[in-house]
């Protein structure tokens, strides 16, 4: 195995005459290191396994749940203050974003009207 490793890594031995072009990934990545505390850990991957899906599957989904409900909160807020909405409207409107509901998937976060 190490003499195929030095062979690879000899520029020597590279193909400079059939380089391959790949265009960048469209939505790169982030990866990012998390620390907790072993018994929130052990519900965390619990909650994972029961469900299917990857720890981090899990914990991206749940922190992509979190920041839409807070942007949907914001949006109310926000709309109430520039579009002088009446006090009514303004119920009307929590009302609605009140039933919606999301759900952790395996596959991501989904989100209807109730």
Do not use: C
């Not at 909160?73 to 409107?93: E, P």
């Amino acid at each position: 195995m190490d003499r195929e490793l030095e062979e690879l890594q000899n520029p020597d031995n590279w193909d400079n005459e059939q380089i391959e072009v790949r265009q960048p990934v469209k939505n790169p990545r982030s990866v990012v290191s998390i620390a907790f505390q072993a018994d929130d850990f052990r519900r965390v991957s619990r909650y994972a396994r029961e469900h299917g899906m990857k720890i981090s599957e899990f914990i991206r989904a749940a922190a992509l749940e979190k920041t839409h409900r807070a942007a949907s909160q914001v949006s109310i807020s926000s709309s109430r203050s520039m579009t002088g909405l009446t006090s009514g409207d303004y119920t009307a409107t929590i009302s609605r974003v009140s039933r919606y509901e999301t759900t952790l998937e395996p596959g991501g976060v989904t989100g209807r009207l109730s």
